[in-house]
């Protein structure tokens, strides 16, 4: 007989294993493929720049690891803390605590101010 847990873990894993890592790849070897036989085959001067997709490919991948951790720390610096909020907030414990949080830290206020 089959553990139901064993098989619950193994396929989360799989969800894991493909939507962080697995689509990754494929979505950027899909962006590559798309946009070297669609844009750069037809226009003359990319074509000349990028003769064969090894070329663009390598150019693309170092251009596009600098951007890519750029974006990912702007969204750590600017968004991340916003989007915790609101992923907490949808859990009701989460909101409870979050909501005595924000008493405690306004009473600690009232707190500093007096003294």
């Known amino acids: 007989m089959v553990n139901i847990n ?6 989360q894993e799989f969800r894991w294993g493909h939507s962080v890592y697995l689509v990754f790849a494929f979505s950027f070897i899909n962006f590559l493929l798309i946009t070297y036989r669609l844009l750069i085959e037809y226009v003359v001067i990319l074509h000349f720049t990028f003769p064969n ?3 663009y490919a390598v150019v693309a991948f170092v251009i596009y690891i600098p951007v890519a951790v750029a974006v990912g720390h702007l969204h750590r610096s600017k968004q991340l803390r916003t989007d ?3 992923v907490s907030e949808k859990n009701p414990y989460f909101l409870e605590i979050l ?13 500093k101010k007096k003294s």
């Open 84 to 86: 915790v909020v609101m």
């Open 99 to 111: 909501e005595r949080l924000e008493r405690i830290e306004c009473e600690v206020k009232k707190l």
């Open 6 to 11: 064993w098989l619950k873990r193994r396929w």
């Open 53 to 55: 997709l090894t070329v």
